[in-house]
């Protein structure tokens, strides 16, 4: 690579103003301050700039970094669009030039997570469960009962939220919940948590803009000996503004084998 010193000072310049927008598009999925994704995000921002500087990328400095690497990438990804999208007229050559380096770092990123991780027939079972989901048109998400937040979802929940699917790991699940009904949520979730089997209700989410929407959802548990999960599978009863219905449409309907 060459070097771009004056793309690497304009990176710096409008650092605020990319991760303002960063924040409008991803909405609650955006990178909390304190987080590991922030910080991630922080390194790759040093790794590019310095890159642009010398015209030389070395390798990113990923020491005591432990993200979810495809939540980083999908973070990274909305990063660089929206930088992209305020370098106007010379969007094409913003691009070109930060593509390269998104590409080493998501490599490194790969390299280190791959090393962590062990092989055996359990993950590939895993794998072969998640691809499943992923290809099915209902809403899914595993949440974490304990903490609320969101383990695994697949492409139609991101969808729905208009976010993408990588960019919801390690989210607070309620933040994508109306303020009205939390408390009925983390009512589910304890239900799940407590061993309730075959549960059903109608609940409301809301995506990154504020369009609210009501769903019928059924759900279910899975438990480690670290954690239990709430594996609920939604669809949407209505695909609209229903925040004036909220306390008609947040209702369990059954609980038990239909």
């Known amino acids: 690579m060459s070097e771009n010193q004056e793309l690497a000072r304009w990176l710096l310049g409008h650092r605020t103003q990319i991760e303002e927008q960063l924040i409008v598009r991803m909405g609650p999925a955006a990178p909390r301050a304190a987080g590991p994704e922030a ?8 790794f590019t700039v310095t890159a642009l500087m010398r015209g030389e990328a070395a390798d990113p400095v990923l020491d005591g970094l432990r ?32 593509a390269p380096l998104m590409d080493r770092f ?3 990123l790969r390299t280190r997570s791959s090393s962590r991780q062990t092989s055996g027939k359990p993950r590939a079972a895993r794998r072969a469960v ?13 949440i974490d009962t304990a903490q609320g937040t969101i383990v695994d979802a697949n492409p139609a929940a991101g969808a ?3 976010v993408e699917r990588d960019a919801l790991f390690g989210v607070d699940f309620f933040s994508f919940a109306p303020e009205s009904s939390r408390d009925f949520w983390w009512s589910q979730l304890d ?15 809301r995506d990154v803009s504020g369009e609210t929407f009501s769903l019928e959802a059924s759900a279910t548990s899975f438990s480690t000996r670290a954690r239990t999960l709430a594996l609920i599978v939604l669809r949407p009863a209505l ?18 084998p239909q």
């Open 239 to 256: 695909l609209k503004n229903v925040e004036h219905k909220a306390a008609e449409t947040m209702r369990p309907i059954a609980v038990g």
């Open 106 to 108: 998501r490599v490194a």
């Open 39 to 46: 910080e991630t995000l922080r390194r790759f921002r040093t």
């Open 67 to 98: 993200p979810n690497e495809r939540r980083v990438v999908a973070l990274l990804t909305e990063w660089i669009r929206c930088a992209v999208e305020l370098a106007g007229p010379e969007a094409e050559k913003v691009s070109a030039e930060l």
């Open 191 to 205: 239900a799940i948590a407590e061993g309730t089997e075959g549960l059903r209700f109608e609940g409301l989410l």
């Open 160 to 162: 729905l939220l208009n």
């Open 130 to 142: 998640s691809a499943a989901m992923d290809r099915v048109s209902d809403l899914f998400f595993a």
